[in-house]
Every structure is written in structure tokens, then in C-alpha cells.
């Protein structure tokens, strides 16, 4: 059974609603990427990784996501000319999604710190964390069975909410891009390759 989540940004000024969340809807997942990494310490803030350097994420597609208040806080990094739009608010710096540069594309990597509910409840929506990415990255230990790169177990989940999202065009509405856009809402800001460099290792 799917519910909907309270979407918040740390200082409030950002609100939205997740609907639809369930396990069946998404994937829980933890990636410990270099460039996961890279942006939360662009971000700056405090507890956007865990002490393996693991950014929570929840995979679920973009008309799943409605911001109703704040919209014009939205910003957006690429930390290389090819790199994923990095989601985030300008207010509090709080991470927001990580999607493709095609609005076409039913994914959005939703920010954990972003959904407003505690852990607890989190884990009861949205389910336990099903897959962890290149632990080969992992700046701490990381639980039994991480995979360095990606799980291969998680293949089959990935396509298979990619093509559901295909199949019921959820790719549109969405907060990132306007309805079928070439280029997303807000102009990304691309970090120059000495800028990435500043972040750690590429």
C-alpha cells in the first residue's frame, strides 16, 4: 500500500509531496560514489553522508514528485560537462534529486534528506535499503555483500521500474523539467575539472 511523503528542505522554504511511495514504486538505496561524495561536500552541510560516506537515496520517477512551494530555490550542479543534474535549494543548500539531462527519462534519485519523516517511518514506506553502490569508493565500512560497483541483483529491479515509468509516462509532470523541454528548468552550473578535483578523488 502506497502513501505520501512530506518533501522539506532544511530551513522549510522548499515544500512538496512524494506520492505513491511504496517499495514497489522505487528503490531504497545507498551509493557510496565518488561522485555522491563529491556533491555533498559541495553542499557542505552536515549529515549528508554516513560514516561510510553513503548518500540514501530513494529511485522513483519525476511525476511522483511535486514541489508546491519554493520552486524558484531549485538549482542545479554537473560536476562534469557529462556528469548527472545534481538537484538542489539555494535557500539551505539541501540536496533535492539526481537525474539524466532528458526530460524524457522516468528517474529521479530523490534525496533522503530531502523526504521530512523520521527514519523509522521512512524504512516502513518506502521499505528497507535493497541495494548499495561501489563500495569500492566506501570511506568506512560497509555492511556484508556490498558490491564495489553495482549490485547485480538490482539490474533487473532498475529496468524494471524504468520501463514501468516508460510504459505510464512518468517521466512528465516534473519538477525538473517543464513538459518535454529539451533543457531543464534551471541552467546547470558545471564545475570546471579543477573544481571537481577540489572534491576528491575523480
Not at 552541510?45 to 511535486?66: W, Y
Not at 545534481?86 to 523526504?115: E, H, K, Q
Request: aromatic share 6%; proline share 9%; glycine share 10%.
Amino acid at each position: 500500500m502506497s502513501e505520501t511523503l512530506e518533501l522539506k528542505c532544511r530551513c522549510g522554504a522548499v515544500r512538496g509531496l512524494l506520492s505513491e511511495a511504496s517499495p514497489r514504486s522505487g528503490i531504497h538505496a545507498v551509493c557510496y560514489c565518488r561522485d555522491c561524495q563529491a556533491f555533498a561536500r559541495w553542499l557542505g552541510g552536515e549529515g549528508l553522508l554516513d560514516a561510510a560516506g553513503g548518500t540514501e537515496i530513494f529511485q522513483t520517477t519525476p511525476a511522483q514528485i511535486t514541489l508546491h512551494t519554493g520552486q524558484e530555490q531549485l538549482r542545479c550542479l554537473r560536476l562534469s560537462e557529462n556528469g548527472l543534474h545534481r538537484w538542489y535549494v539555494d535557500c539551505c543548500r539541501t540536496p533535492v534529486a539526481n537525474t539524466t539531462g532528458s526530460s524524457r527519462m522516468p528517474f529521479a534519485g530523490l534525496l533522503v534528506p530531502f523526504i521530512a519523516v523520521d527514519a523509522p517511518t521512512r524504512e516502513r514506506v518506502l521499505g528497507p535499503v535493497v541495494a548499495r553502490l561501489f563500495g569500492r569508493d566506501a570511506t568506512g565500512p560497509t555492511p556484508p555483500g556490498t558490491p564495489e560497483k553495482m549490485a547485480v541483483t538490482a539490474i533487473p529491479r532498475v529496468l524494471w521500474l524504468m520501463g514501468r515509468g516508460l510504459v505510464h509516462r512518468r517521466a512528465q509532470p516534473s519538477p525538473f523539467f517543464a513538459p518535454w523541454a529539451k533543457l531543464p528548468r534551471v541552467t546547470p552550473h558545471v564545475l570546471a575539472p579543477e573544481e571537481r578535483a577540489a572534491l576528491g578523488p575523480v
